[in-house]
């Protein structure tokens, strides 16, 4: 007989930090003592779930996740991000960095504990928090940083020592491969005075120059990107974006996808649908993923590894996908400015399972076991109706917590398990039994913003500007107020911060769109294309703000 399983979900917001049970039951969780001080800034899980950290305000505490033992506690009050190492050996602890008032230079600021002793291993200053937290392999047998514009390797956690340095002319970004060894490296070096950007693979350690590279494509399109390695660590995917397109085609930019493999192989995709890049995922099973992308209604599209289109979703409102852990099913949304539909297709017959509605989610998850999903409306994207409801795939929502209208809640999450743990059942198409009714969409209405959802709906134009008008000042301060929990701090970047600005810039522009057409303005084409980029640029100001 299989062995049963129980899942946590630690729930973290002004009511302060619980631990919930996951299904069937989702009652609180006794065994962990519910933290109640509204000062809760960061949480982690380690990899296997085993391990749970938080910071209190006071100090950061790990407990053993089945029996809620505290296991260590560390003095780092001001800690905002915590990370596990993959074998749960070290905890790497953030908090913002602040300099003398004489202008001396700060303490350390990052710190790796290590988890059974306790004692600090090494302390490093990391002024950004972005991409603020080290990198190691699954084995821990490598962990790396980005210093300067080269990626330093430290081996077996032996931090005075750095056993190996990647050095190009300026390394902006670098993701490490999942999975066993050898390790290998994708690294991001921007263009620069009319050379093109570009992506390199390598395998440690071997970095003697160009000709060791596993693979190389050159991208002249590209402010930024993101890089995603497959599970297998055979091929990577680079999503290569532009702050200006210069076509005049997008107010926002533009963004392409590319394909490069370990064994040298690379390719442009080719998206059959003009527009924005929303998202990108790989299949768990390393030989497919799927793209988002296009003008709105959006395309998705399954791609193979010569990036040929296996089937194409036609188009809808989504902006987001998500593949179940086995990778037998796939889940299309429309969070952000989207009513919060959701598609979720059995992607071995490629048949649609169920279409169920989540309103103003900010937050999606599959649960580990493959059969359960999470979504969550947490402040500060929005700060009007916060809760969290656990669906099973078939569109039957099983549990459904909402917050007191005065409170907020910031984080939902599920404890993770290794892969393996649970085994991939087969795909059901008839909705599982609920206690809870199903949840119908509403009939559609026309956008109000949250501030004036709880108010009655106004005749008079006038007076819907005017509560327009109202509600663009109290929008406009929560737009200006941090993105997370964490104080508000500079990311230690000036074009870092140069582009958070401009992006609040925009997304005041699209609220005042969106107030306009609540008050029943006609809107232009070109401005309707601006208010279907929101999500995109919330994701990005989050993506920035958050440093992930």
Not at 63 to 83: H, R
Request: include cysteine; charged fraction near 20%; hydrophobic fraction near 35%.
């Amino acid at each position: 007989m299989a062995p049963v399983y129980f899942f946590t979900l630690p729930v973290r917001g002004s009511e302060g930090l619980y631990m919930v049970n996951g299904p069937p039951s989702f009652t609180e969780n006794t065994a962990f003592q519910r933290d109640s001080g509204k000062n809760c800034k960061a949480v982690a899980f380690s990899k296997d779930g085993s391990l749970f950290a938080w910071c209190n305000g006071e100090k950061v505490n790990v407990v053993n996740v089945t029996s809620a033992e505290l296991l260590c506690s560390f003095d780092v009050p001001k800690a905002v991000c915590l990370q596990f190492s993959p074998k749960n050996n070290v905890l790497a602890t953030w908090q913002a960095y602040t300099t003398a008032k004489d202008g001396t230079a700060g303490v350390p600021n990052l710190q790796l504990h290590d988890v059974k002793t306790g004692k600090c291993l090494k302390s490093f200053i990391q002024k950004k928090m972005q991409n603020w937290c080290p990198c190691w392999a699954d084995d821990e047998s490598i962990c790396a940083r980005n210093v300067n514009n080269e990626v330093h390797f430290f081996e077996n956690n032996n931090f005075n020592t750095i056993a190996n340095k990647l050095h190009l002319q300026k390394v902006n970004d670098f993701v490490l491969s999942p999975g066993a060894q050898p390790t290998k490296v994708a690294v991001y070096v921007p263009g620069s005075k009319g050379a093109p950007s570009f992506v390199r693979l390598y395998q440690y350690p071997n970095f003697g120059g160009p000709q060791s590279a596993l693979a190389n494509k050159s991208f002249f399109k590209a402010d930024k990107v993101t890089m995603l390695w497959n599970k297998k660590a055979t091929a990577v995917l680079v999503i290569a974006s532009t702050e200006v397109d210069k076509t005049g085609a997008s107010y926002y930019g533009e963004q392409t996808l590319h394909y490069i493999a370990t064994n040298g192989e690379s390719a442009v995709v080719q998206l059959p649908k003009n527009g924005p890049i929303y998202d990108v995922v790989w299949n768990p099973n390393s030989v497919e993923f799927c793209a988002v992308y296009g003008f709105m209604p959006a395309k998705a599209t399954v791609f193979n590894l010569k990036c040929d289109p296996v089937f194409d979703f036609g188009t809808g409102p989504r902006n987001a996908a998500y593949y179940s852990p086995h990778g037998h099913i796939l889940v299309l949304a429309g969070f952000g400015n989207l009513r919060g539909q959701m598609e979720v297709w059995d992607v071995k017959n490629y048949k649609l399972i169920s279409k169920p509605v989540a309103s103003d989610s900010t937050y999606f998850a599959w649960c580990p076991d493959g059969e359960h999903i999470v979504t969550a409306t947490c402040a500060p994207r929005l700060r009007v109706s916060n809760g969290y409801k656990i669906w099973h795939y078939t569109g039957s929502l099983l549990h459904n917590y909402e917050v007191s209208s005065n409170e907020e809640m910031w984080q939902v999450s599920w404890q993770p398990f290794l892969d393996g743990v649970f085994p991939a059942k087969a795909v059901k198409y008839q909705a599982v039994p609920s206690e809870l009714p199903s949840a119908e969409p509403k009939p559609a209405q026309a956008y109000r913003p949250p501030a004036l959802r709880n108010k009655p709906v106004t005749s008079s134009k006038l007076e819907a500007k005017a509560d327009a008008n109202q509600d663009s000042t109290q929008s406009s301060a929560s737009q200006n107020a941090p993105r997370s929990v964490v104080p508000a701090v500079t990311s230690g970047d000036p074009e870092v911060d140069k582009k958070i600005k401009n992006l609040k810039k925009k997304l005041k522009a699209i609220e005042q769109l969106k107030e306009q057409a609540a008050a029943g303005k006609q809107l232009e084409k070109n401005q309707l294309e601006k208010i279907q980029k929101e999500t995109a640029l919330l994701q990005e100001l989050e993506d920035l703000e958050l440093g992930l």
